[in-house]
């Protein structure tokens, strides 16, 4: 059997521990990115905004799960070119295919609806492959920054910092789009989201380690069947699936069913999402707490 040859400089614990201040940043950082493009209200909205209907607008946001199904494919190459350095990259990258949403008014003069829902329909294909293939370099990159005796007080402070990040953008998001018209508020939030899209690879760049490591192919798949085959994991899979199926199909459409079945206006929309973070800020810390004992 051949066994994964491991990287010779892997970082030290005082270094994963340095490292940690720049994951909860580049979190932090991202969470404006998640809230003014692809994963909030606003985005469900401007869709709305460009004509799209409500299949349309599912069929666009299925592209983000099962762009997943990637990870099956280039996990070995992934391992192979370094999770690091994958991650960065194609974080880069989703965020460059991000920018080209900042065209959409002019495409739209210029071409038309039907034209513009087909170019905006491009950009999330490309934006969700980019960002399945980064997130099969993050995760286990992470697992190797993050030294096990702080894994849950990690996790707290990280999702502390985000969701509180989170808060600020969509309140942010709610003022921008409750006082512009057409298209411009969407613009603007997104042209912000894509710089801190910028600044977040920065300073996911300054965490340590996730050095290329060569495995051998056939040792890889067997590797795969051996976890599908763990019961608890299975279970844990099955659990994901179940919540995802759950939460999915709310945060996507509710949006939509409070402005146009409520009646609330697209700033009122948005800032409903300060729920959710808000249920999650109370209680993280108390979690990742207990989880470490």
């Known amino acids: 059997m051949t066994t994964p040859t491991i990287p010779s400089s892997e970082p030290t614990v005082v270094e994963k521990m340095r490292g940690l201040r720049w994951s909860i940043a580049g979190d932090a950082v991202n969470s404006i990115f998640v809230q003014f493009t692809f994963f909030g209200s606003v985005f469900i909205l401007f869709l709305d905004a460009l004509g799209l209907g409500k299949g349309e607008i599912g ?45 959409t008014p002019r ?31 993050k995760y286990p990159w992470t697992q190797e920054y993050v030294p096990n005796h702080v894994r849950g007080k990690f996790s ?24 512009t018209t057409d298209l411009r508020g969407f613009m603007l939030l997104m042209g912000a989201g894509v710089l801190a899209g910028f600044l977040s690879v920065w300073a996911y760049s ?22 599908i085959g763990d019961t608890s994991f299975r279970n844990y899979l099955a659990a994901i699936a179940l919540m995802t199926l759950a939460t999915t199909p709310m945060t996507s459409f509710l949006p939509l069913f409070m402005r146009e079945q409520v009646g609330l206006g697209d700033g009122q929309v948005i800032l409903l999402q300060n729920g959710t ?17």
């Open 59 to 103: 069929l666009l946001l299925s592209f983000f799960p099962f762009a997943g199904l990637i990870a099956l494919v280039i996990a070995p190459a992934v391992a192979r070119f370094g999770y690091k350095r994958t991650f960065l990259t194609f974080w880069a990258l989703r965020t460059v295919i991000t920018a080209l949403l900042l065209f």
């Open 107 to 137: 495409v739209l003069a210029a071409f038309g609806e039907a034209p513009t829902i087909l170019y905006v329909g491009l950009i999330v294909a490309g934006f969700a492959l980019c960002r399945a293939t980064g997130e099969t370099g």
């Open 156 to 179: 707290a402070l990280d999702n502390f910092f985000t969701t509180t990040v989170g808060i600020l953008a969509v309140a942010t998001a709610g003022f921008v789009i409750d006082r």
């Open 206 to 227: 300054y965490i340590p380690g996730g050095l290329p490591i060569t495995e051998n192919e056939r040792q890889t798949r067997r590797e795969l069947r051996d976890a």
């Open 277 to 293: 973070l808000l249920g999650s800020l109370v209680s993280v810390y108390a979690w990742g707490w207990a989880a470490d004992r």
